[in-house]
């Protein structure tokens, strides 16, 4: 199983960029794909989540700004990240969890990363202003 970033980097504030998660080893319909995000010395933080049987959930801090969507055919999950404000900056990372804690976190926003089964290596994302 593998689970693997891309598509970080330095984007000014306002700006866009697209994260990918590419997973191997598993299928989507027994696993939830959530996106976390962790700042220097802040907890992680989990910001959108989805399944191919319930759905989606964002968070507050992203709602309307980030969308998160998949590709079943190419077993990878994105996340298309706009208006971009410094304090999205963080390390993203990607993580699998079965799905019935990712319906959890979809219906009720209640999230437990210990859930997650398979993490992502993680990718840098730096917002200047």
């Known amino acids: 199983v593998q689970l693997v970033e891309s598509g970080g980097g330095l984007v000014q504030a306002g700006g866009s960029l697209r994260l990918s998660c590419a997973a191997s080893g598993f299928s989507f319909d027994d696993f939830a794909i959530g996106w976390f995000r962790q700042a220097p010395e802040k907890e992680r933080e989990g910001i959108s989540c989805i399944s191919s049987k319930d759905g989606t959930y964002y968070a507050d801090s992203v709602k309307g700004r980030f969308t998160i969507s998949s590709d079943n055919v190419k077993n990878t999950v994105y996340l298309q990240m706009n208006s971009l404000k410094p304090e999205d900056a963080g390390v993203y990372y990607c993580?699998?969890?079965?799905?019935?804690?990712?319906?959890?976190?979809?219906?009720?926003?209640?999230?437990?990363?210990?859930?997650?089964?398979?993490w992502g290596q993680g990718t840098q994302v730096t917002v200047s202003t």
């Open positions: 993580a699998a969890l079965p799905s019935v804690h990712g319906a959890e976190w979809i219906y009720s926003g209640t999230y437990h990363p210990g859930e997650a089964e398979y």
